[in-house]
């Protein structure tokens, strides 16, 4: 490398983060899962280096609705390749992978994948998805098998953060880190070797001086012992995940790995033979005979890896080339393929063959940003953020709480989970394909990234005029200006381990400890040990009303409780009512569903 290698490094970085990004977004209306709004037709239009409006069809079977996907916008790829980057600007990268970047992605994840999607649940659970305890009981799917049949190109898609940041270190550890990061949402090695490949190659690129000779790309992968020895992929991972791995399939992860390798050195040798002809070289052939149009295969890890190593080193010469004929193909995984292309080119040639498109994708201030800082921390000239045990993971319900309240509008701005401050600019009702009843809110994040979180809940309305009421009611929501709402209210008890036994076992309320001490019992409700300022406060007249599904058990569980009860008939509302006083003098009614 010669002395202006630094340099080198920060400008194709960000032709590494840009030209992803492009793909990306060049490609996603194509590709096979998008969900268009017109099917076909609207598919399969002419290739040309221009991002375009689409509508598409998302969320789950009885919760669809159309969404509008304004030019230049990406997709999960792009989102989990700024995720990993994030990740790379910690010191413990795989942490902040893991119980940050992953479980937080899952609230506004565009089109992203079921392997990832269930890996990122797992580990909002807090456990990885290799662990038999995330499998639910009476599933009727073994999520841990499920987990290691895993071998689409998700991994491969965002990998290429550590590429710069390995860029100083040998292959091999680029190669081990791949890996490590590949297992936490992909267990079987063709995701993984697929990964491998693919970030030697951009690490290649980066490194490429000079013209690059039209098989060089291919070759040098080919010969690149690193990425083909399952002793060096498999250096960093946990020991538990190759036990798991053997147990679940009856083979060692280093035999399935052999395997594999022996698959993509064939997939490269196809390429390399198409390469060899020159210009006669017939990419369509070349890219059926890779298994790119075949819908049961093509986003396999190791197929898109191949297919677009093939078209970096055939369209070398021409990027932009490359990059549209990747992300125009016929029935192939447009969105990732030329995602992978246009990383390939931008470590190749950095920005400027991208003109006028990278300035007008999604986020385009904050994706050089990001690439800048990860350069910058590969370099030594940028301190890594320390990781620490106690930075607080959100689990499950803390994402739907959240989702929840700023689709609604009841939050308006505060901190992510890694910190960044968040502001709600925008919120919308979509369209319904269903009953469901569908918000968005447009998230703009310190740094200049958007996100888009959606919440969707089915209608209970039994009339056209009850459903215009609520629609009337959301929309008041929607404009509303409010920049303060209310949280929660915490009360102040004397014993708050008796206030627990009381809400959580006899009322059956599920709870949860917070790090600051006090305890959730539901959204807007915290219990707070008291201090020696608040016992003589505690006289506030506060009303606490529960429903349950089995009243008359529930008040026989007070009763036993040694608390008296007032159990009276509500003419009006036609139920039950039970009404006591808690342990700390505040008001309780029970009602009856």
């Not at 190669?175 to 290649?204: E, N, Q």
Request: with cysteine; net charge neutral; charged share 25%.
């Amino acid at each position: 490398m010669n002395q202006n290698s630094a340099r080198d490094i920060t400008y194709r970085s960000g032709g590494i983060f840009l030209g992803a990004a492009v793909g990306d977004a060049l490609g996603w209306p194509q590709e096979q899962r998008s969900g268009i709004v017109g099917g076909k037709s609207a598919r399969e239009v002419d290739p040309e280096p221009r991002f375009r409006a689409w509508k598409r069809y998302t969320g789950s079977q009885f919760l669809k609705y159309v969404e509008n996907v304004t030019p230049g916008t990406y997709s999960d790829d792009t989102q989990l390749l700024c995720a990993v980057a994030r990740s790379n600007l910690s010191d413990d990268w795989y942490s902040w992978l893991t119980k940050l970047e992953l479980p937080f992605w899952l609230n506004y994840q565009r089109g992203g994948g079921g392997a990832t999607i269930r890996a990122a649940r797992a580990w909002s659970s807090g456990q990885p998805p290799w662990s038999q305890a995330d499998q639910p009981k009476n599933a009727k799917r073994n999520h841990r098998l499920a987990y290691f049949q895993a071998g689409g190109n998700g991994v491969a898609m965002r990998i290429a953060p550590h590429a710069v940041a390995t860029i100083y270190d040998k292959p091999d550890e680029l190669v081990a880190r791949v890996v490590k990061d590949g297992i936490t949402t992909h267990g079987h090695p063709r995701a993984l070797v697929g990964a491998a490949v693919f970030a030697i190659a951009v690490r290649h690129l980066i490194l490429q001086e000079g013209t690059l000779q039209y098989g060089d790309l291919l070759n040098s992968v080919i010969h690149e012992p690193s990425w083909q020895e399952g002793g060096t992929a498999f250096r960093d991972v946990p020991s538990e995940w190759l036990l798991a791995y053997e147990e679940q399939l009856n083979e060692s992860a280093s035999n399935a790995w052999a395997g594999v390798v022996r698959e993509v050195s064939a997939l490269l040798e196809i390429g390399n033979r198409s390469l060899a002809q020159g210009s006669l070289a017939d990419d369509h052939e070349t890219l059926n005979e890779l298994g790119c149009f075949d819908k049961a295969r093509n986003g396999s890890g190791t197929i898109t890896a191949a297919a677009s190593l093939y078209l970096s080193a055939r369209y070398a010469a021409n990027p932009m080339s490359g990059v549209v004929r990747a992300a125009f193909l016929r029935n192939a995984d447009t969105d990732t393929l030329a995602s992978m292309v246009g990383c390939l080119m931008g470590a190749l040639h950095g920005i400027d063959w991208m003109e006028k498109l990278a300035p007008s994708v999604q986020d385009y201030r904050y994706i050089w940003s990001l690439s800048l800082r990860c350069s910058r921390t590969t370099q030594g000239t940028l301190e890594q953020i320390p990781w620490s045990e106690q930075t607080s993971r959100p689990t499950s319900r803390d994402l739907e709480v959240w989702r929840r309240r700023v689709t609604s509008g009841e939050l308006t701005s505060g901190r992510l989970p890694d910190g960044r401050e968040f502001t709600v600019v925008k919120l919308t009702n979509l369209e319904g394909r269903t009953s469901a009843l569908t918000r968005r809110a447009t998230i703009n994040i310190e740094g200049g990234q958007t996100i888009f979180v959606d919440r969707s809940e089915r209608s209970t309305d039994s009339n056209e005029e009850d459903a215009l009421i609520k629609e009337v009611r959301q929309n008041a929501i929607l404009s509303s200006t409010a920049t303060t709402s209310v949280s929660h209210i915490s009360l102040i008890v004397r014993d708050l381990k008796r206030s627990k036994h009381l809400y959580s076992e006899v009322l059956g309320l599920k709870i949860e400890d917070l790090p600051s001490g006090e305890v959730v019992v539901s959204d807007y409700f915290h219990l707070r040990p008291s201090s020696i300022e608040d016992v003589n406060k505690l006289t506030p007249p506060v009303l606490i009303t529960i429903k349950s599904t089995d009243f008359d058990q529930t008040v026989e569980s007070i009763r036993k409780s040694d608390i008296a009860v007032h159990v009276i008939w509500d003419t009006r509302q036609k139920r039950k009512i039970c009404r006591f006083k808690d342990f700390d003098g505040y008001d309780v009614v029970i009602q009856s569903r």
